[in-house]
């Protein structure tokens, strides 16, 4: 009876606080069994942390909505861009009378690099999960921040990429005579501008999940 | 004889292992001056984690080590691209016969935020070498990792709105009727392109920093 309720103890602890704890035991292996010294001060830090790991629910919680409303922001990005195209009904002084994004290469990549972000994102719901479940999990948090940050680099390229094209297009450059297009693609050239918002947004919500991954694993 | 020897272990606990073994004299504080047991464990435990601090200071000469690479590549982006200019010798068909990075909006930024990528990373060194001194420390630790995710932002954004124009120069897009300028800039277009480079280079370790100082901050 005192030996089962000591291993159901100490099944507690492994979870909640297992660098600390464990030690006494492994260091003082001959008389660990005897003295009920440990245990003892074991229950009592588990009840003290016990708030920290609601807080660390919180975190979790926090960070699968602002993916869900990441996944929003780089849909959204993705679909503006991808489903744009402009047909102009009249003659220009251009050779080219339709607009959409694969006349540009920096606008396919925005596509490509907000559709992986989506993908990724769906992905990463099941990890943002197990972080709220469990709160004291290390790895699967790990796993979300390299991933996030991978996915910093990767939206904020792309909407860097597509926002000095759209620049391009709005103002043009007369030093090395490219002249502004959005006079005949308005259209385009609002949804487009719509779409390099969206990606935006989602860089930024892409570094506070990394900021929030880093404040959650401070201490486990 | 007995308090100072005790006070003096105290005192080594506090840098190398604070949020554990404090609390055992805290909740048992009528008895924890009477029994030397949780003293003894104190002791144990600190030895046993001399190793992990040891590991932790590596990932921080490490990080140092990093920090003055990234300076190089964000130093090397900066003056490579702000020093470019090529002046032709000849007529061209464009009216402008001079090139130079403040011609283009993109590449002004680019300048800017390797710029400020360069300062960061300067003043970032005191706070690295800290983590070296007191491998322990989760402040200064958690405020680089919030700064060197923005700064993949920022050399990032930079480096991937410069790279959009420098493809366009090199290839032109003939349906925004937007014509290549490497032909007659080659000179400076292959120095930007050399630019771009480095700053893709700087983004990528700073993405590693992010995750170094993750796994860092990973046990306290």
Redesign the interface.
């Known amino acids: 009876m005192d030996s089962s309720q000591k291993s159901g103890e100490m099944a507690i602890n492994i979870n909640e ?1 297992k ?3 464990i ?2 035991t ?3 292996s001959g008389k660990g069994k005897s ?1 009920l ?2 245990p003892i ?1 074991v229950a ?2 588990k009840a ?1 942390r016990d708030p920290k790991g609601g807080w660390k629910r919180g975190v979790g919680i926090f960070d699968f909505i602002l993916r869900i409303a990441a996944i929003g922001a780089a849909l959204a990005a993705t679909a503006t861009m991808g489903t744009t195209d402009q047909t102009l009904p009249f003659f220009t ?4 009378f339709q ?1 959409s994004y694969d ?4 606008f396919t990549y925005f596509v490509i690099a907000n559709g992986i972000a989506s993908a990724y994102l769906v992905l990463s719901l099941p990890f943002s999960i197990v972080c709220i479940v469990r709160p004291h999990v ?1 790895g699967a948090r ?1 796993l979300l ?2 991933l996030d ?2 996915m ?2 990767l939206t ?10 759209v ?3 709005h103002n043009g ?7 502004a ?1 959005c006079q005949q693609f308005n259209d385009f050239c609002q949804r487009v501008s719509g779409a390099v918002v969206a990606s935006f947004i989602t ?1 930024l919500i892409f ?1 506070f999940l ?2 929030l ?3 959650a ?4």
């Open positions: 606080t660098s600390a704890e030690k006494p492994k260091t003082k003295d010294g440990p001060i009592t830090t003290a002084q251009f050779l080219q607009a006349d540009l290469p920096a290390v790990l921040l390299i940050t991978v910093v680099a904020t390229s792309g909407a860097a990429a597509a926002a000095s094209i620049y391009l297009a450059n007369p030093n090395t005579n490219w002249n297009i860089a570094m990394v900021v991954s880093a404040v694993l401070r201490r486990n």
